[in-house]
């Protein structure tokens, strides 16, 4: 059984690994304030072009997307997300918990415009409603769609405009940044965005993301919050260490790039079959619509998501490629669909 199922079945990148286990015995402080994390976030702001911005490294993305939200907002302020966002599908109601709504867009390929967020804001015109505040997205979103620069720098500068917090999870931003259709920069994304994160955790790292704080009036008492939360992890070094091996040179962008090219390789091969797709993907996720059929016999060698059923006999199903799928892996999928198709 090979899984497509998602970009963190395996541990880490060996790199990361040696990395951890080269450091164990060196004694440091906890709670983030270790050398490898201080050393990590000097580092990022090198690679971003900024040394005003804060960075927290924190545990998943789950939590830190509860975190950022719950301290960027007011009790009475509302997140907005599409439909297909991480927020309100996958994290069991975190921001809820925190006592801020999520208001749901309907939006097509799951990018957020302008547009989209008029709308809400005019839906919530006075105080007997929650007020829209912040704008979550996501880059690569939760179906493989990314943003082209021009397409954020709209939603940037309309969020200027109406002062609210524009939000990018990141979970995927290494195959965002490194999709062939990207033209957004790494050095972009402070300009552009008011926090984002960086994701370590689907792309090669055993845990961890980094947390990117762009505007002054959104760093304030950050850690109380992280601390509060569970965030404040004892032996933080295990996060800095990671993010200090993922970007002291170009490991972070070149497994972000071994994932993509596997996930372009099943897409190129599959659409010479002539077999649709849920939504036009340039990222590690692709969403294939097969027979339910031959669904059915693929599970019985590969493990995968079946995302979304389309009419009675069809259904679309979700590979995720990683830095670490194998081509011959890859190949035998593609085999094994031609012939279950009757192609070969």
Not at 204 to 213: F, S, T, Y
Not at 223 to 236: N, S
Not at 302 to 312: G, N, P, S
């Amino acid at each position: 059984m090979y899984s497509f199922k998602n970009d963190y079945s395996e541990g880490a990148h060996p790199r990361i690994l040696n990395a951890l286990l080269e450091s164990n015995l060196v004694q440091e402080d906890g709670y983030g304030e270790d050398q490898f994390s201080q050393k990590a976030v000097e580092l990022l702001k090198e690679r971003l072009g900024r040394t005003d911005v804060d960075i927290h490294l924190i545990s998943g993305g789950t939590q830190t997307n509860l975190i950022a939200i719950s301290a960027f907002l007011r009790p009475h302020e509302a997140a907005m997300a599409a439909s297909t966002g991480h927020i309100l599908g996958h994290e069991t109601g975190a921001i809820e918990a925190t006592g801020h709504k999520v208001l749901s867009i309907e939006a097509e390929n799951g990018k957020l415009t302008p547009a989209h967020i008029q709308a809400v804001l005019d839906g919530h015109p006075d105080e007997h409603m929650v007020k829209p505040k912040l704008v979550y997205i996501s880059n690569s979103t939760e179906i493989g769609t990314i943003y082209s620069k021009s397409e954020l720098e709209q939603l940037s500068e309309y969020c200027k405009k109406k002062q609210l917090i524009l939000y990018m999870d990141g979970a995927r931003l290494g195959s965002a940044l490194c999709s062939e259709e990207n033209d957004l920069q790494f050095t972009d994304l402070p300009e552009l965005v008011d926090a984002f994160y960086i994701g370590g955790t689907k792309n090669g790292a055993l845990l961890g993301e980094a947390l990117v704080i762009c505007r002054d009036h959104l760093k304030e008492d950050f850690r109380y919050h992280m601390k509060q939360k569970g965030a404040l992890l004892a032996k933080g070094r295990l996060l800095g260490i990671q993010f200090l091996e993922l970007f002291k040179d170009n490991l972070f962008f070149c497994m972000a790039e071994h994932a993509n090219e596997m996930a372009a390789l099943l897409q190129a091969e599959i659409s010479k079959s002539n077999i649709p797709f849920l939504t036009h993907s340039p990222s590690n996720q692709i969403f294939p619509i097969l027979p339910n059929a031959v669904i059915t016999e693929l599970e019985k060698n590969y493990a995968f998501h079946i995302w979304e059923k389309v009419d009675t006999d069809h259904s679309a199903i979700r590979l995720v490629t990683s830095w670490a799928t194998k081509e011959e892996q890859v190949k035998a999928f593609l085999e094994d669909l031609n012939r279950m198709i009757g192609l070969k």
